[in-house]
């Protein structure tokens, strides 16, 4: 029997945060006991918004050292650099061919770039580069050309799952049952973690409690938490509350039902909360954050796995996409 694939990726465009680790990185370290999984850093889709050569090199490590202090064993796991297999150019042109134009003009970041400037009165594609109009042709790409059956992520990327799965079905239904149609593997109690702010935690939005930073930067991010304005005494609405909903995925089920009380009855300060949220978060990522400052300290060390990653990613890749362009009428 054919052993099931998980696959996922993590762009490097910004520091990774909590809601990349409980949305996808431990969703996907849990599938590795069953699953054979690939797991890689997708700096090519950073590309669409990341432009400086340094912050992009900086990034692409972050997020590798990222990976490896959440847990993952590049012995188990392929972990590779999406730019280090080059294959999955060749199958984003396939895919594009296949891909109906309306498909991507209805793809949530595109159509969220044209909103902004339809909003402000300018012509609908400004500043739209053809890298983020192609982004879900290439993340299909990413998927398919290995294969995988599961794939973990956060909500957010739930409409790019079911475009993969469009032009995997498109594929197979012209040439036969070639590729995998993908499944996403969205984890109900955590797939859209709220930012400091409330909204999505994102590195779009600048509102992210960061993973691996010292204690003094990640306690200035919790004391950041948007909340009401209501005093000590008064009483307050857990659900309603962001600070409360972060606290909730820290908190052990006793204390968090004394806090809901208090909550209610009042007399529990935002303050005081967000100090026991910190020290909840400080001591949640302190064995993680010694790893990972050991391999940031060491980025030769990172490579290196990456580059053993590549090489077990591109045979995967060259046996696939093989078949694919045998499938297409191009075998060679
Ligand atoms: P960001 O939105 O911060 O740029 P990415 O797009 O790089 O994050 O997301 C990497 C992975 O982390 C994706 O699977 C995404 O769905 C997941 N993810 C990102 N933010 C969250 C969140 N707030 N809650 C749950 N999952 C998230
Ligand atoms: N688009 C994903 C994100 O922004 C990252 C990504 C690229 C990805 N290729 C992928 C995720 C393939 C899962 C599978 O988070």
Redesign the pocket.
């Known amino acids: 029997m054919i052993q099931k694939i998980a696959l996922?990726?993590?762009?490097p465009?910004?520091t990774p945060?909590i809601?990349?680790l409980?949305?996808?990185?431990k969703p996907a370290l849990e599938l590795t006991k069953q699953y054979r999984s690939l797991y890689f850093i997708?700096d090519y889709h950073a590309l669409t918004s990341v432009r400086d050569k340094a912050l992009m090199q900086s990034q692409i490590y972050e997020v590798a050292a990222t990976w490896l202090a959440a847990g993952l064993d590049p012995e188990e796991s392929i972990f590779y650099r999406q730019s280090d297999v080059p294959e999955v150019f060749e199958l984003t042109w396939i895919l594009a061919c296949m891909a109906p134009k309306g498909l991507l003009n209805r793809a949530h970041s595109y159509k969220d770039s044209v909103a902004k400037n339809l909003e402000a009165q300018r012509d609908p594609d400004f500043g739209i580069n053809m890298g983020l109009y192609n982004y879900p042709v290439l993340m299909a790409a990413d998927i398919i050309l290995y294969g995988a059956h599961l794939v973990?992520?956060?909500?957010?990327?739930k409409q790019h799952i079911e475009i993969a799965r469009d032009l995997a079905q498109a594929f197979n239904q012209q040439y036969g049952e070639i590729l995998v149609v993908p499944e996403p593997v969205i984890n109900e109690s955590?797939?859209?973690?709220?930012?400091t702010d409330g909204r999505?935690?994102?590195?779009?939005y600048n509102n992210?409690l960061p993973l691996y930073v010292p204690s003094k930067k990640l306690r200035q991010a919790v004391m950041q938490i948007v909340t009401d304005s209501k005093g000590i005494e008064e009483s307050k609405d857990p659900e309603t509350c962001n600070l409360f909903q972060i606290f909730k995925l820290f908190a052990k089920p006793e204390r968090l039902e004394e806090v809901k009380l208090a909550y209610q009855s009042g007399g529990l300060g935002y303050g005081t909360l967000k100090q026991e949220l910190f020290d909840l978060v400080d001591l949640f990522v302190s064995p993680g954050r010694a790893v990972y400052d050991q391999y940031i300290k060491d980025p030769d060390r990172i490579d290196h796995i990456l580059k053993l990653g590549a090489h077990k990613a591109r045979a995967i890749a060259h046996h696939n996409l093989a078949a694919v362009r045998q499938a297409i009428g191009m075998a060679r």
């Open positions: 996922t990726g993590i762009k465009s910004g945060h809601g990349n409980m949305g996808a990185i997708a973990p992520v956060g909500q957010d990327q955590v797939k859209t973690i709220p930012g999505k935690m994102s590195k779009s992210v």
